[in-house]
């Protein structure tokens, strides 16, 4: 079972579904992207999903936050630039991509960057291919690292390195404890089944997911986090 | 429900210019001490002018005593005071929520401070005009992320955005999300995904007048658009409205009427002047854009030369709104003295055109300095439509150029994918030293 939409007409849901807020897209199984639509109340979960793992690391008000992202992954970070507010931090943007790189770099060198969130590989060959060194940029930052970028800068010293990564329509996010990625439990049931991480919704949602096997391998660990939280935690292979 | 109005905010977008004049006199003189009590820069440049917010009683005070600040000016504060907010910043966090950035195209890019989305009433207003109205889906493909997502800035009006990235890969998706969810706008076009749309459509036998034909608008930016772009949406039954900027302040955006950008000018101080001194040019003449933000609260600029070459008119338009508009004739730090004519890169678009190989006009002009003995041209062409040796196109496109625009022209000629390389997604730098 490849695409979510054969896995409906295989198990309808009987969900009840939500008002379009807006529409970004998620990744299916074979790696084709899909349109998403989400509702504000799902939104507005998944802000309070990320400012619980924010939480965790006692930032400072005022203290800025680069997310490196693209317009197509909203219905991802959207919430996690509204997560800042409440604590006051400052948000910058730059784009995920190779050529938008100079913005990255120019926000890490012109202002007091606490954290990155999103950078990916395509982010570290540009600043590397514009002869700067990543991990001097990136400091003693905390930094939220794709998994293509997690692996390379796994092996540099200095920042917290964190992952962040989509779990097809759901996201996860590892907390101050670096024990796992967490995943919003209220909003998500995340199965490991066979190896293949399965989601299913939990909560009215624009479109909901039973059973939707996401095509990403790992497993999940159930139980509290040393950081206090008792979402799941979920680990790629 | 009652019917909706043809104006988003009719009360400010149709004011007769003395209560419009008098709504900006009001907001001005509130900003004055605010931004001279909190912004480092402002506070700096007035006190060297001798001139205090308490000197300002009116409009005409600040037309005639205002000090200016420009790019440069802020761009020394930020470098000799480690300041990335260039001593524009007003405000501390918690109210400062995010940082904008400009492209960035030429340099370092400028921050743009916000506290709440001043753009929100600016894009509102224009959507509604081209038929927008609530729970009406938008496409959203801007060219670089660095605003952040602006998902909610369109919810307080119930429009819902489709988002995509800007870029080839995401046609499919677009197509198909334009069939299925009926959007009603789209921001933002540009020529190199216009090229590529049409190369899509022309490889999967896709018809665009069905794909685009629940569209009332498509908002096109970057550049002005070439002809053959405008001829394309034509033939696509996409109604084009151009967008450009106030001066890093807000976006202006044209109308169905097509006459000029409007300037939204409860929303910044529009002054047009004389590009080589400070007085102001009437009304249809060419000068230089200066903008001052008027209800920015996170890092208002104040007489800020744009270095944007304009003419302005504060006729009311045919759309039956009264705020001015401005037609955008090119950056005068762009300008060129070639053999003692001047010559803005704009001027060069429509001659690409006549040739199968240049028809994306997308060309580079390397300016060492204002003043040259030749135009130097860098063209892109495609390969695949050359139908003749390079050399003679190149010599052909020569002897066009030179001939139109009357003065001696250097071409040098580069792939388009080449040349594409050179900036972000939507668009290369048209100016370039080397």
């Known amino acids: ?237 | 429900m009652p019917a909706y109005s043809k104006y988003y905010d009719e009360a400010i977008e149709t004011m007769a210019r003395p209560d419009l004049e008098r709504l900006q006199e009001g907001l001005l003189l509130q900003l004055l001490p605010y931004a001279y009590g909190r912004s480092a820069l402002t506070r700096e440049v007035w006190d060297a002018a001798g001139v205090k917010p308490s000197d300002i009683r009116s409009l005409a005070d600040f037309r005639a005593k205002a000090p200016f600040i420009d790019k440069d000016r802020i761009r020394h504060f930020r470098d000799a005071r480690n300041d990335p907010y260039g001593g524009l910043k007003c405000l501390e966090a918690p109210h400062l929520i995010k940082v904008g950035f400009t492209s960035g195209t030429t340099g370092d890019p400028t921050p743009v401070p916000q506290s709440r989305p001043i753009a929100n009433i600016q894009t509102t207003r224009d959507y509604w005009h081209m038929g927008v109205r609530p729970g009406d889906y938008i496409s959203v493909c801007l060219f670089t992320f660095r605003g952040g997502h602006l998902t909610t800035n369109y919810t307080t009006c119930d429009f819902k955005p489709l988002t995509y990235q800007h870029s080839p890969s995401e046609l499919p998706r677009l197509f198909a999300d334009s069939i299925n969810f009926r959007p009603t706008a789209m921001m933002v076009l540009s020529t190199p995904l216009i090229m590529a749309i049409e190369d899509h459509a022309r490889k999967h036998d896709t018809d665009l007048r069905d794909v685009f034909s629940s569209y009332k608008g498509a908002i096109y930016g970057g550049e002005a658009p070439p002809p053959r772009v405008r001829k394309l949406m034509m033939e696509w039954d996409l109604e084009m409205y151009e967008i450009t900027s106030l001066g890093d302040v807000i976006g202006a955006i044209d109308c169905s009427a097509h006459a000029g950008f409007h300037a939204w000018e409860d929303l910044a101080l529009v002054e047009v002047l004389d590009p080589d001194g400070d007085e102001p040019v009437a009304d249809g003449e060419r000068g230089e854009l200066v903008v001052t933000s008027l209800q920015d609260d996170a890092a208002p600029l104040v007489r800020f030369r744009t270095d944007d070459l304009v003419t302005f008119t504060r006729e009311r338009c045919l759309c039956g709104r009264t705020h001015g508009r401005i037609r955008v004739l090119g950056r005068k730090g762009d300008e060129l003295v070639i053999d003692g004519k001047s010559l803005l890169p704009r001027d060069i678009n429509p001659l690409l055109e006549e040739f199968p190989e240049t028809l994306s006009a997308l060309y580079q002009v390397i300016r060492t300095s204002r003043e040259m003995d030749i135009l130097r041209l860098r063209i892109g062409y495609n390969p695949a439509a050359l139908w003749r040796s390079e050399s003679d196109l190149k010599e052909l496109l020569r002897a066009t150029i030179s001939s139109a625009l009357e003065v001696p022209v250097a071409v040098e000629l580069t792939p388009n994918a080449e040349l594409l390389k050179l900036g972000p997604p939507h668009k290369i730098p048209r100016v370039t030293k080397q």
Request: aromatic share 10%; net charge negative.
């Open chain 1, 1 to 237: 079972m490849t695409s979510h939409l054969k896995h409906h007409s295989a198990h309808p849901v009987a969900m009840e579904t939500l008002p379009t807020l807006g529409v970004g897209r998620y990744f299916l199984a074979d790696g084709s992207p899909c349109t998403l639509p989400f509702s504000r109340a799902e939104f507005d979960r998944a802000q309070r999903a990320v400012q619980q793992c924010l939480g965790t690391f006692h930032f400072r008000t005022g203290d800025q936050v680069l997310v490196l992202s693209l317009f197509d992954e909203c219905c991802h970070f959207g919430p996690i630039e509204h997560a800042l507010n409440p604590f006051g931090l400052v948000l910058l943007s730059a784009d995920a991509s190779f050529y938008d790189a100079g913005r990255t770099e120019s926000c890490l060198r012109r202002f007091a960057v606490t954290a990155v969130i999103g950078i990916d590989g395509e982010v570290l060959n540009g600043l590397e291919a514009n002869g700067h060194d990543v991990g001097q940029l990136l400091g003693d930052k905390v930094v939220w690292a794709r998994p293509d970028a997690y692996l390379r800068l796994v092996e540099l010293q200095g920042f917290q390195l964190r992952r962040w990564f989509e779990l097809g329509p759901a996201m996860a996010m590892e907390c101050v404890a670096a024990a796992g990625a967490h995943v919003d439990r209220l909003e998500w049931l995340v199965e490991d089944v066979d190896g293949e991480l399965v989601l299913t919704s939990r909560l009215p949602r624009a479109v909901t997911f039973d059973r939707y096997p996401t095509g990403i391998a790992g497993r999940v660990e159930y139980g509290t986090c040393s950081c206090g939280s008792a979402d799941p935690r979920v680990f790629l292979r």
